[in-house]
């Protein structure tokens, strides 16, 4: 009997959450993305370029939705072209409903967990756009946030920093449901506060650093940050700084699956991310 292959997907995920936290329930989210979906939203993401969800299947037996972006280039039929064959510039007459140079971006989408991971190769600013521009023709500005998941090895870099002169985090209270206990008093006091955003700046110099090792406050900002906000620090290796932004560097993760689909890996993965019991 021949065994399946194992095979492997290289994902980022994006992080939606939805304020206020009384909002923060599953079928909102499935609600969202259906609205998105139904509506045939269409967003420029960039130049010509535009992005919308082409397919949208599920709930699965794990409650996990699943399909594919399009991104095309959309030209109106009075653009200017040019015709080889005269030379002259002519109106393009092309249908303004079909994209051009079409790419597909497949995703899986976790209601739960409010996450929607994309199977690479696929431009993340792009995707980042399209999911902020779309949610915003359903929900007022102020009360979504969509990020993107940061690469936890450029955390622990952070995390680990014997020596930095200075610290900014910014973080958005989540729904996750775990978090260690420095993390979750800060999400819960930014609740309770009602205060959906936080900016934390520290400073030191070169002759007298912050060691972020010394205190488990700041590594729980940090911490936080990896999925719902982002960092930047300024460290020190051998006294020569150097400056690190983690919107910068997206977290990308090899999954390994078996099978045809790697949408139980997938869910699986994010199911852990959120609990914080991977990444």
Sequence with gaps: METERQQYCRVKVFNIVLYPETDQIRDN????????????VLVSTF??????????????????????????????PDSDAIDRNTNEIVPSATDPNKGLSVKIWPYIFVPEFHRIAIIEPFPEKQVLKFLK????????????????????????????????????????????????????????????????SSKTVVTGTKRNPIDIRQS?????????????????????????????????????????????????????????LARGENG
């Design 216 to 272: 488990e406050m700041l590594q729980a900002y940090v911490r936080l940050s990896g999925s719902n906000g982002h960092t930047i620090a300024t460290i020190y290796d051998d006294d020569v700084p150097e400056r690190i932004d983690t919107s910068e560097h997206p977290m990308v993760k090899t999954i390994p699956y078996y099978g045809n689909s790697p949408t139980y890996a997938v869910f699986d993965f994010i199911r852990r």
């Design 47 to 76: 130049g010509d370029r535009a992005t919308h969800i082409r397919r949208l299947y599920g709930p699965d037996e794990n409650g996990v939705f699943y399909g594919d972006f399009s991104n095309a280039i959309y030209i109106k």
């Design 133 to 196: 521009k779309a949610i915003e023709q359903y929900r007022d500005g102020d009360s979504y946030e969509v990020t993107l998941e940061k690469d936890r090895g450029v955390l622990e870099r952070i995390l680990n920093a014997p020596a930095m002169s200075r610290l900014e985090v910014n973080i958005s209270y989540t729904n996750n449901d775990n978090h260690d206990d420095w993390a979750e008093a800060i999400d819960n006091q930014m609740r309770q506060s009602n205060a959906r």
């Design 29 to 40: 989210y499935i609600e969202l993305f259906r609205h998105i979906f139904d509506d045939g």
